[in-house]
T-cell receptor, first 115, second 112 residues
Framework: DTAVSQTPKYLVTQMGNDKSIKCEQN?????MYWYKQDSKKFLKIMFS???????INETVPNRFSPKSPDKAHLNLHINSLELGDSAVYFC??????????????FGPGTRLTVL | GDSVTQMEGPVTLSEEAFLTINCTYT??????LFWYVQYPGEGLQLLLK?????DKGSNKGFEATYRKETTSFHLEKGSVQVSDSAVYFC???????????FGAGTRLFVKA
C-alpha cells in the first residue's frame, strides 16, 4: 500500500494553463504539506493543513490554491501557469501539526514542466 | 532565524569508502534534528533523527550525533555502497514548530 500518493507523476503543459495535482495519504495523519523542489534540489514549503485547516501559507503567488476536502486529501490547483512554476512538487504528511519530533512522509513527487 | 547549513556537493566516493556529510545549524533551544534521503526519482524519506543533545541516530549503517557544543549533526557511514547514491538533507523544525527547515541537500555519488 502506498502511504502518500500523488497524481499525476508528470505534468507537461503550456504557459497560461490551469492545472491540478492531487495528493492522498492513507496513514491516518492529521497534517499535510506541499513542497516545491527546484532544479538544484532546494526544498521550500508552500502550504500545510491540519485537519483541513490551513496552518502555513508561505509567500506563494495567489495563483496557487490548496484545497483539503478531508484530512486524507490535499490538492494543489495552479492558475495561469508560468515558466518559473516548473519544478517537482511534493506532498507530505505527518501525524502532528507541530513537526518538532515528528517524521514527515513524502509522496513520490509530481514533475511539472511549463512550456 | 533558524537555519541549516550543509556541505556542498556533489560528493563522489568509491564503494567501501568512509562518508561524512557535514551539517551545522542555528536554532533557538534544542530542536530535534533529522536526516532525510532522496533516492533518484523518489520523494524524501527519513533516514535517522535525534531528539536531544548527545543522542545518536542510526539507520542502514548511517549515524549522526547531536552535538550542541558545536551545533552540528554530521552524517557518517563507514563503508558506502553504490545503492547509497542519493541526495541527503539535514533538517530541523523552526522555532515556531509548524514547519521544517531543510538544508540545501548534498548529492552523493558512489562508484563501483
Amino acid at each position: 500500500d502506498t502511504a502518500v500518493s500523488q497524481t499525476p507523476k508528470y505534468l507537461v503543459t503550456q504557459m497560461g494553463n490551469d492545472k491540478s495535482i492531487k495528493c492522498e495519504q492513507n496513514l491516518g495523519h492529521d497534517t499535510m504539506y506541499w513542497y516545491k523542489q527546484d532544479s538544484k534540489k532546494f526544498l521550500k514549503i508552500m502550504f500545510s493543513y491540519n485537519n483541513k485547516e490551513l496552518i502555513i501559507n508561505e509567500t506563494v503567488p495567489n495563483r496557487f490554491s490548496p484545497k483539503s476536502p478531508d484530512k486524507a486529501h490535499l490538492n494543489l490547483h495552479i492558475n495561469s501557469l508560468e515558466l518559473g512554476d516548473s519544478a517537482v512538487y511534493f506532498c507530505a504528511s505527518s501525524q502532528e501539526s507541530l513537526p518538532s519530533t515528528d517524521t514527515q512522509y513524502f509522496g513520490p513527487g509530481t514533475r511539472l514542466t511549463v512550456l | 532565524g533558524d537555519s541549516v547549513t550543509q556541505m556542498e556537493g556533489p560528493v563522489t566516493l568509491s564503494e567501501e569508502a568512509f562518508l561524512t556529510i557535514n551539517c551545522t545549524y542555528t536554532a533557538t533551544g534544542y530542536p530535534s534534528l533529522f536526516w532525510y534521503v532522496q533516492y533518484p526519482g523518489e520523494g524524501l524519506q527519513l533516514l535517522l533523527k535525534a531528539t536531544k543533545a548527545d543522542d545518536k541516530g542510526s539507520n542502514k549503517g548511517f549515524e549522526a550525533t547531536y552535538r550542541k557544543e558545536t551545533t552540528s549533526f554530521h552524517l557518517e557511514k563507514g563503508s558506502v555502497q553504490v545503492s547509497d547514491s542519493a541526495v541527503y538533507f539535514c533538517a530541523l523544525p523552526d522555532t515556531g514548530g509548524f514547519k521544517t527547515i531543510f538544508g540545501a541537500g548534498t548529492r552523493l555519488f558512489v562508484k563501483a
